[in-house]
């Protein structure tokens, strides 16, 4: 299997402008997560999906910010408008069953707001 | 909800070095543990899991045990290596509908 696959792998975008980052999760996997790390706040959970509908969006920081699953080989996470505390990675992470199991993480993405 | 609690870093150790990195957890449940490695400019990878009491993970010669006395996930290596250096996540998983709660990391250097 591919694993987990994210895009774009780096993006830098200025202040304002809508930003949108995309993941394909593990064939199969019925749960998929969004995650942000910073140095400041560690690995947040953002928001996840179970059978594409989602379950838990309580760590969505602000209304700029809004997650999708139309189905089950894609998500998007968007952002808009962008501003420079958004600068972060954001990883994708996939999973069978939920907690119990592992969940496998993309490469991640590297966002720049400047 | 559950939370995890690890030790605080950085750590830095000379190769050969034994390592420990704490972990405690608490949870209304019976949750999984597991704990993850994050290499410089990578997503996080399950470097092994257990998922009941007295269960023994173990992978590339880390190890730790499920400690349900002591709520404790404890991760250890007899003899680390320059490229261990990463960071390591604790996680327990499986009383919270579908979540992972992570702790904060913790970064491990090890010079030669």
């Known amino acids: 299997d591919a694993g987990v696959i994210q895009s774009p792998r780096h993006e830098v975008t200025e202040m304002g402008q809508e930003v949108t980052l995309r993941c394909k999760p593990i064939?199969?996997?019925?749960?998929l997560f969004w995650y942000r790390q910073t140095m400041m706040r560690g690995l947040e959970l953002l928001i996840y999906f179970n059978n594409n509908v989602p379950i838990d969006d309580s760590g969505m920081p602000e209304d700029r910010f809004s997650a999708k699953m139309p189905n089950a080989s894609f998500s998007t996470l968007k952002i808009q408008p962008s501003e420079p505390r958004d600068s972060a990675v954001y990883f994708c992470?996939?999973?069978?069953?939920?907690?119990?199991?592992?969940?496998?993480f993309g490469p991640g993405t590297r966002l720049t707001v400047t | 909800g559950d939370s995890v609690t690890q030790m605080e870093g950085p750590v830095t150790l000379s190769e050969e070095a034994f390592l420990t990195i704490n972990c405690t957890y608490t949870a209304t449940g019976y949750p999984s543990l597991f704990w993850y490695v994050q290499y410089p400019g990578e997503g996080l990878q399950l470097l092994l899991k257990?998922?009941?009491?007295?269960d023994k993970g173990s992978n590339k010669g880390f190890e730790a045990t499920y400690r349900k006395e002591t709520t404790s996930f404890h991760l250890e290596k007899g003899s680390v290596q320059v490229s261990d250096s990463a960071v390591y996540f604790c996680?327990?998983?499986?009383?919270?509908?579908?979540?992972?709660?992570f702790g904060q990391g913790t970064i491990l250097t090890v010079h030669p």
């Open positions: 257990a998922t009941k009491a007295d």
């Open positions: 064939s199969g996997h019925d749960y």
């Open positions: 996680g327990a998983g499986g009383t919270s509908y579908g979540k992972l709660t």
């Open positions: 992470a996939s999973s069978l069953v939920g907690g119990h199991r592992e969940q496998y």
